[in-house]
């Protein structure tokens, strides 16, 4: 590599030809990409015997996470949990199961069948959610590979520009096109453009090189089709012939261009990704099973009173008010739902609790009575439509069994979120047929049951992946990362990475090492 | 569980001993509303949620009824509107007037408690806020260009009280509302809210069905008030009522 040319300026010239993957291959083998680090345990301190009570709001996986650590260093915890079980929004739904919407209570219509479940919450682990992954191998929570992509899957467009009339294609076939099309452009234009003097003959070759095996051009640089999206004929048995390449208006007219194709893209989306075997609230049982506080369920609070050398937490349960007397308290409450408790926090405080925002949130599952998608060669992965369900998520687990649960929607932002929000859960599962139609023949007709998740309108948690604009966090993360008192605030909301499992445990092993540092019992104090 | 609850009872303390000043029990029904209203009912910005502790059981009963009527809480555009809507729906006649009764008995209660909690204000941390810096507040939240309530422009608040003359007729110089006009009490409610509804008035989005009366006359009003500005200006006048 010529001294001239930084490795930055680089990857953007491999960006603007390649996209993105093509950064990526060039920087991990520029080492420049983060290492993953090794899963660690956190060593607390042994508590002090005489200031050692802990409350602990809410146990979602950050609050179980704290009370687990503390426990095993020593101290007095008590878990309140406002709603009627633990776990938080990693909640995996099964045969009569509640389902605690604010307006619309109901129990989960799956068949009493344990294959039949359906994660609400976190569905997806990558290998460098290292906390996660800690939890999972200590507590030896059985994982296996959930496929987040598949070629065969589709890209589905309600209306292509020029016909007026939904496709859908599969999306190997989809990549192959746009990487064909894209390594045209980049092939063409090498000619012309005179790249700077510091690339050699061979390096230039090298490149060509690259532009060329990407799109799968000719010699001549053309891209004719590419049986990297399979073939019209039997591959076995023939010389493979690729189908026609999508023309450049139907592939610049769909909304998978310059959006969805990337989403595996996304570090935390990157092939393979895990899930707990049996549903994701296998880590909150086991959580649950080595945890021996108390866990106070359907325990709302009411107020926070800071003293200088603790906390008192008001609750109620049921029509009994009790307080804690605690010492430290490590408080998961949504920070929107905390500006409605009473407390006596400092103003500024509060003011940086305020700018936390409900983030919303949409799921359906639904149980199908045929694995009809393994029909058409999908064993896992995403399909992505424009219609308002967004992605259709196809089982990986219990490949060829007679009946599975796919997700029928996935949708966030508060725009296509309310879409949802504002319908009956029978008119959601409804859209959620109407929308699968247009893709699968017949599919409404496999569906046996269906249950949708609002998670702005989950009771006791109104938000899912919470939002602040980024001069608030400029202005304000720091402060509620950093204790007030002896009150610590914790959540995948005190993360840059809200939504995530991952997030919430970083928040809360933060908050426990600062806690450590700040109050640990020194061996010589 | 046994276990975990013995453990629990050496730290949990009975609150009638210990912490006289904090809310006091809400009743079973009344918890649902907590959710989003606050511990208190007092209300929450970022739920969008209004204070209904201080709201006269009519008026209660009437929005519940006009959520459940289609007259509030239809229009997409509504989305605080929307997320009510749906739990009024799930509420039946009986619901309701269990509802209205528990707050009534908690606006009792409360007033009761704001006077005790005056004498024993000493005693409460030195971190409460005033009420002046919660105006203060909410003043800010409005994102206007005032600065703060005692750096108020003297023409805004004139500006505000020449406003509110036409809502006085109806809702009363004292801002407590009246339940033959149908018109309730605006002072307790925080700003933010008192503007966005003004605003869903005049963007048609509440008090739009012919049949609701009181609402058409509100939407009325609400177009007659001409700017952004002179919205903040009779909200902030409200508060100093």
Not at chain 1, 393 to 404: A, E, L, M, N
Request: with cysteine.
């Amino acid at each position: 590599m010529n001294q001239s040319i930084s490795r930055r300026s680089l990857l953007t010239v491999l960006g603007a030809v390649g996209g993105a993957s093509a950064v990526y291959e060039a920087a991990g083998a520029l080492g420049m990409v983060t290492p993953v680090l090794p899963p660690q345990s956190l060593m607390l301190q042994p508590a002090n015997p005489n200031k050692n009570t802990v409350a602990i709001l809410g146990a979602g996986i950050s609050g179980l996470m704290v009370a687990y650590e503390l426990e095993r260093a020593g101290y007095q915890c008590v878990i309140l949990e406002a709603s009627h079980r633990a776990g938080g929004r990693n909640l995996t739904l099964r045969h009569n199961d509640l389902v605690d919407e604010l307006g619309h209570r109901r129990r989960c219509q799956f068949s009493p069948d344990s294959k039949m479940y359906f994660n609400a919450g976190p569905a997806r682990i990558p290998g460098h959610h290292q906390r996660v992954l800690h939890y999972c191998k200590a507590f030896q929570i059985p994982l296996q590979i959930r496929a987040n992509s598949s070629r065969l899957a589709y890209v589905h467009d309600e209306v292509s520009s020029n016909s007026k009339k939904s496709r859908k294609v599969r999306i190997g076939e989809y990549i192959a096109d746009a990487r064909g099309l894209l390594s045209e452009l980049a092939w063409k234009s090498a000619d012309r453009v005179s790249l700077d003097e510091p690339f050699t003959e061979e390096e230039l070759e090298s490149l060509s090189g690259f532009i060329r095996m990407y799109g799968d051009l000719t010699e001549k640089g053309n891209y004719q089709g590419s049986d990297r999206a399979g073939s019209t004929k039997d591959r076995m048995l023939f010389h493979s012939a690729p189908k026609a390449p999508l023309s450049t208006q139907d592939l610049l007219s769909s909304h998978f261009w310059h959006y969805q194709l990337h989403a595996t893209e996304i570090y935390d989306w990157g092939a393979p990704l895990m899930e707990i075997v049996g549903g994701m609230d296998g880590l909150v049982k086991a959580f649950m099973k080595r945890i021996h506080s108390p866990i106070i369920l359907n325990a709302m609070v009411q107020d926070i009173r800071l003293r200088e050398n603790g906390t008192d937490i008001v609750y109620q349960d049921q029509n009994k008010q009790s307080t804690l007397k605690v010492d430290y308290c490590f408080n998961s409450i949504p920070a929107h739902l905390i500006t409605g408790l009473r407390n006596n926090f400092p103003r500024d405080y509060r003011q940086a609790l305020g700018t936390l925002k409900r983030g919303h949130l949409f799921k359906i599952g639904l149980e199908m009575k045929e694995r009809f998608w393994e029909r058409e060669g999908i064993y896992g992965g995403i399909t992505y439509t424009s219609s308002d369900v967004g992605q259709l998520w196809y089982p990986s687990h219990d490949i060829h069994s007679q009946k599975g649960v796919m997700l029928g929607a996935y949708v966030w932002g508060e725009e296509k979120c309310a879409k949802f929000e504002r319908l009956s859960p029978q008119a959601r599962l409804q859209r959620a047929k109407e929308c699968g139609n247009a893709i699968h023949d017949n599919y409404a007709q496999y569906i046996e049951a269906g249950e949708s998740v609002p998670w702005a309108r989950m009771n006791h948690m109104m938000g899912c992946g919470s939002q602040m604009s980024p001069e608030d966090r400029k202005r304000y993360f720091d402060r509620i990362q950093q204790p007030e008192g002896h009150h610590f605030l914790i959540g995948d909301q005190v993360s840059y990475h809200s939504g995530w499992q991952e997030g919430a445990m970083a928040s809360a092993e933060h908050a426990l090492l600062s806690f450590d540092r700040q109050f640990g019992r020194r061996e010589h104090s | 569980m046994n276990g975990r609850r013995i453990l629990a009872n050496c730290l949990i303390v009975v609150v009638s001993t210990l912490l006289s000043f904090s809310v006091a029990a809400l009743d079973r029904d009344l918890l649902v509303c907590s959710v989003c209203h606050g511990a208190d009912l007092q209300g929450n910005k970022n739920t969008e949620a209004p204070n209904i502790a201080v709201l006269p059981s009519w008026y209660i009963r009437q929005q519940l009824h006009s959520y459940q009527r289609e007259w509030r809480g239809a229009k997409v555009k509504d989305k605080s509107g929307q997320e009510m809507r749906t739990i009024a729906l799930s509420l039946t006649d009986e619901h309701i007037q269990n509802i209205v009764e528990k707050i009534a008995h908690l606006n009792d209660a409360m007033n009761k408690k704001t006077l005790y909690e005056k004498t024993i204000h000493k005693e409460i941390s030195h971190k409460e806020t005033s009420h002046k810096e919660a105006i203060d507040e909410e003043v800010k939240s409005l994102a206007t260009n005032i600065k703060s309530f005692n750096e108020m422009p003297t023409d805004l608040l004139s500006q505000g009280k020449k406003l509110y003359q036409q809502c006085s007729a109806c809702h009363g110089s004292d801002g407590l509302g009246r339940e033959v006009v149908k018109a309730p009490p605006l002072v307790h409610q925080p700003m933010w809210y008192l503007k966005k509804q003004l605003n869903n008035y005049q963007a048609g989005i509440r008090g739009y069905h012919e049949q609701d009366s009181s609402g058409q006359q509100m939407t009325s009003i609400a177009q007659g008030i001409r700017s952004q500005d002179d919205i903040d200006a009779v909200v902030t006048f409200i508060k100093t009522l």
